[in-house]
């Protein structure tokens, strides 16, 4: 089946610009994850769903950064006034079941969208 | 706060040659500990993963893992590594009420033949 899919695949922005970032997740898949990747260094959390709730939001850098998941399937991040510093790949990640803080859940990872900010 | 350590930062090995990767993370509780791979132009996948039962852990193309509570590590490992095993490989734990996943900085892994 169709896996988790990020769109677009790459993004320029002069810096001041606002981008949004979508992600499609698996479907039927209950939670949904956002990661930032940097050149050099492994993922870090940004945000996590659960359908459409956002239950946490501890990772996002600034309050630039913004993410919904409206309808609990499809999910954007949206980040405004970028800087070079948002310069990433940001990844998108989902498994199926309801987060209950087990955390054993295989997270399935997007291709991730390349932000550069000149 | 929890964190986890990747001391090997890139490995160049030749094929049939015997592979350990090192990760060891930091936290003292519960903690369910995965290995993902990125092969060149693809996206992260899950290789293996540890949360409760068996410490030696199977995964997929024939690597497993170790988990070794005292020492607070996880290391991957394959007896004999083929030149489509070149990737970057990262380890990653969770726990303490949490989904979110905590990544080491990854190992890049180069195979000749």
């Known amino acids: 089946g169709a896996g988790v899919s990020q769109s677009p695949r790459y993004k320029v922005a002069k810096r001041g610009q606002d981008v949004a970032l979508r992600c499609d997740p698996i479907s039927g898949h209950v939670s949904l994850f956002w990661y930032q990747q940097a050149l050099g260094q492994g993922p870090e959390f940004l945000t996590y769903?659960?359908?459409?709730?956002?239950?946490?939001k501890s990772g996002l850098p600034s309050d630039r950064f913004f993410a919904e998941r409206p309808e609990g399937s499809v999910s954007t991040l949206k980040i405004q006034r970028t800087q070079q510093e948002d310069s990433a790949v940001y990844l998108c990640a989902s498994s199926p079941h309801r987060g209950t803080g087990g955390g054993t859940d295989t997270q399935y990872f997007g291709p991730g969208t390349r932000l550069t900010v000149l | 706060a929890q964190s986890v350590s990747q001391h090997n930062h890139h490995v160049i090995l030749s094929e049939a040659a015997s592979l350990e990767l090192g990760c060891n993370y930091s936290y003292g509780g519960t903690v369910n500990l995965f290995w993902y791979v990125q092969y060149p132009g693809q996206h992260l996948q899950l290789l293996l993963k540890y949360f409760s039962g068996d410490p030696l852990v199977k995964g997929i193309k024939g690597f497993e893992a170790e988990f070794i509570k005292s020492k607070f590590s996880f290391n991957l490992r394959k007896p004999s590594v083929q030149w489509s095993d070149t990737a970057e490989y990262f380890c990653?734990?969770?726990?303490?009420?949490?989904?979110?996943?905590?990544f080491g900085t990854g190992t890049r892994l180069q195979v000749f033949p």
């Open positions: 990653a734990v969770n726990g303490g009420g949490t989904d979110k996943l905590i």
């Open positions: 769903f659960q359908n459409e709730a956002q239950l946490d």
